[in-house]
Every structure is written in structure tokens, then in C-alpha cells.
């Protein structure tokens, strides 16, 4: 089976640009969480899409938002970019079932300029 | 608030040389689950094991073992006989039920550096 795939590896993009960064789950996982990695707040959670529908979300500004597809592939969006979303973007699929454990993809390495 | 800390930040071992991760948390619900994911040099998360809070009992995989104890909110995370490929940063996270989803909140990580 294959596993969590997210489209682009890397991303460079200027401040005040946006970016939609795409994440395909394993296949029957309806479950997608994204999370933000960096060195100096650690993994936080952004929000998990279920069944099309935002499940639940952390404590980030609007400017980040997602969506997920009737295939359960899931995009983030971040707009108006700012220096500190340089991040890794993980993306993490899981069946459904509340807290199942999560697979994470390879990630998106975001720089800012 | 829920809240998980690895308060050690860097361990380093000669291989074959066990090594004990620490992991504490916080949370005020009484059903929650725990889990622990490694992540080498490559970036993926790799996950290793899911507890949850009604099951205190140890489990072994191998070369892994965790130890939860209920009483003091900790859930360890021990490797025996390590080698090179463990080297990478582990993360113990927690996930409440009454969050009503899948949000994980992460420790900070714990860096091991496994040599020769």
C-alpha cells in the first residue's frame, strides 16, 4: 500500500505570496491532520479534515486554512506569507476513528524570502 | 491544557548500550492516548506505538519497550542494545478523546545519537 505522498518536496516563495501545498492520504484512510514543524515551536497541530469537513483546528491565524476532497486528499493554503512560516508542513492521513494512530507524509520544506 | 514533555533534548550512546526515553504529560481527561514517533535524518514520522489510558501494561517490540505508568503520567520509551540506524529525534505525543479528533500535541523531541 502506498503511503502518504504531499506535492512539493520544497517551496520557495517571497513574503506576502501565498502557497497551496497538497497532501494524498494512504488509500481508505479518510482522516488528514496537517501539522507545522519548525525548530523553534516544535510539531503543532493545524487542523484535521474528516469526510470533507474541518474536524478540528489549533491555534493558528486564518491566514492558514485547508480543505479536503471527496477522495480524501486534502490542500493547505497559506496566504499573505510571512519570514516565520518557513516550516516543515507534515501531512498525516489516518482511518477515521478518533485517535487512530496517524501516518505522516515526507513533508513540505516552506521557505520564505 | 493538554501538555507532553521530553525534558531530555540530546542523548548520546555507544551502540549496544540501552537507553531510557522520558516522556511526561498532562491532561485533565480521564480516556486519552499516547504515542511515541521517530523521526530519522529524512523527516518522515514513523510511528512506533499507541497506548491508551485504560491499558497500563508494559509492551515490547523487539528491541523497544515502554513503560506507562498512570500514577506518575509518564509513558518511557526504552531501546535495548541500541545501534547506529536509531539515531534520529522521538517524539511522544497525546491525543484526547474529548478533543473530538485526531490532534496530536507533540513534546519537543528527544535527539539520539547512537555510535560506534
Known amino acids: 500500500k502506498a503511503g502518504v505522498t504531499q506535492t512539493p518536496r520544497y517551496l520557495i516563495k517571497t513574503r506576502g505570496q501565498q502557497v497551496t501545498l497538497s497532501c494524498s492520504p494512504i488509500s481508505g484512510h479518510r482522516s488528514v491532520s496537517w501539522y507545522q514543524q519548525t525548530p523553534g515551536q516544535g510539531l503543532q497541530f493545524l487542523f484535521e479534515?474528516?469526510?470533507?469537513?474541518?474536524?478540528n483546528k489549533g491555534n493558528f491565524p486564518g491566514r492558514f486554512s485547508g480543505r479536503q476532497f471527496s477522495n480524501s486528499r486534502s490542500e493547505m493554503n497559506v496566504s499573505t506569507l510571512e519570514l516565520g512560516d518557513s516550516a516543515l508542513y507534515l501531512c498525516?492521513?489516518?482511518?477515521?476513528?478518533?485517535?487512530?494512530?496517524?501516518?505522516f507524509g515526507p513533508g513540505t520544506r516552506l521557505t520564505v524570502l | 491544557a493538554q501538555k507532553v514533555t521530553q525534558a531530555q533534548t540530546e542523548i548520546s550512546v555507544v551502540e549496544k548500550e540501552d537507553v531510557t526515553l522520558d516522556c511526561v504529560y498532562e491532561?485533565?481527561?480521564?480516556?486519552?492516548?499516547l504515542f511515541w514517533y521517530k523521526q530519522p535524518p529524512s523527516g518522515e514520522l514513523v510511528f512506533l506505538i499507541r497506548?491508551?489510558?485504560?491499558?497500563?501494561q508494559n509492551e515490547i517490540s523487539g528491541r523497544y519497550s515502554w513503560n506507562f505508568q498512570k500514577s506518575t503520567s509518564s509513558f518511557n520509551f526504552t531501546i535495548t542494545a541500541s545501534q547506529v540506524v536509531d539515531s534520529a529525534v522521538y517524539f511522544c505525543?497525546?491525543?484526547?478523546?474529548?478533543?473530538?479528533?485526531?490532534?496530536?500535541?507533540f513534546g519537543t523531541g528527544t535527539q539520539l545519537k547512537v555510535e560506534l
Open positions: 479534515y474528516f469526510s470533507e469537513t474541518q474536524r
Open positions: 505525543a497525546l491525543s484526547e478523546v474529548t478533543g473530538g479528533g485526531n490532534k496530536l500535541t
Open positions: 497506548r491508551n489510558s485504560f491499558d497500563e
Open positions: 491532561t485533565r481527561d480521564t480516556t486519552y492516548y
Open positions: 498525516a492521513s489516518s482511518l477515521g476513528t478518533l485517535n487512530n494512530e496517524q501516518f
